[in-house]
T-cell receptor, first 112, second 112 residues
Framework: DAGITQSPRYKITETGRQVTLMCHQTWSHSYMFWYRQDLGHGLRLIYYSAAADITDKGEVPDGYVVSRSKTENFPLTLESATRSQTSVYFC???????????FGDGTRLSIL | ELKVEQNPLFLSMQEGKNYTIYCNYSTTSDRLYWYRQDPGKSLESLFVLLSNGAVKQEGRLMASLDTKARLSTLHITAAVHDLSATYFCAVPVTSGTYKYIFGTGTRLKVLA
């Protein structure tokens, strides 16, 4: 199906573990984004990417790593998870400044 | 540093009433986006406003942009229960960038 998909939808892990959240889009959009959503903070940009192999930091990049070897994939890795990274993570994509971002369904991540 | 403020943060209103949500931002921008989020769901795009004076309407919602005042409004006409959701505005950090800052959202509850 066309669209943007995130996996897993739910994840529970322990502090210090590495965890990777996946994001895949079928539109061949150039731009992809990772946000986290926490109560009282709205959505905050973690990283974004303008094309394959081009990534840049957002508002809250510390503790996260991204890569984009293919246009359609944009995984987000927490190298050593901390409790403060418990959140809902959204991936989004867009192809043009005049177009909105299209969001995935989100990954609810709990770090114990 | 760009700040995006929405008010009110919470809004409870009766069906059939009109109300306006405000989005103020602190730096120059020629674009603004409105999104809707239902509880536990992803974000969906409502409006893309691309220039000063832009006005877009969809059903009972109308959005406008005043870049000189750094203000966008989302007006609700004759509210219905189905409009209950959280509404976010988003503004690019600088002109021509894909790095967005989201407002903290306005949680709207329409009472039947």
């Amino acid at each position: 199906d066309a669209g943007i998909t995130q996996s897993p939808r739910y994840k529970i892990t322990e502090t210090g573990r590495q965890v990777t959240l996946m994001c895949h889009q079928t539109w061949s959009h150039s731009y992809m984004f990772w946000y986290r959503q926490d109560l009282g903070h709205g959505l905050r940009l973690i990283y974004y990417s303008a094309a394959a192999d081009i990534t840049d930091k957002g508002e809250v990049p510390d503790g996260y790593v991204v890569s984009r070897s293919k246009t359609e994939n944009f995984p987000l890795t927490l190298e050593s998870a901390t409790r403060s990274q418990t959140s809902v993570y959204f991936c989004a994509s867009s192809n043009d400044l005049g177009q909105p971002q299209h969001f995935g369904d989100g990954t609810r991540l709990s770090i114990l | 540093e760009l700040k995006v403020e929405q008010n009110p943060l919470f809004l409870s209103m009766q069906e059939g009433k009109n109300y306006t949500i405000y989005c103020n931002y602190s730096t120059t921008s020629d674009r603004l986006y409105w999104y809707r989020q239902d509880p536990g769901k992803s974000l969906e795009s409502l409006f893309v406003l691309l220039s000063n004076g832009a006005v877009k309407q969809e059903g009972r919602l109308m959005a406008s942009l005043d870049t000189k005042a750094r203000l966008s409004t989302l007006h609700i006409t004759a509210a219905v229960h189905d409009l209950s959701a959280t509404y976010f505005c988003a503004v690019p950090v600088t002109s021509g960038t894909y790095k967005y800052i989201f407002g903290t959202g306005t949680r709207l509850k329409v009472l039947a």
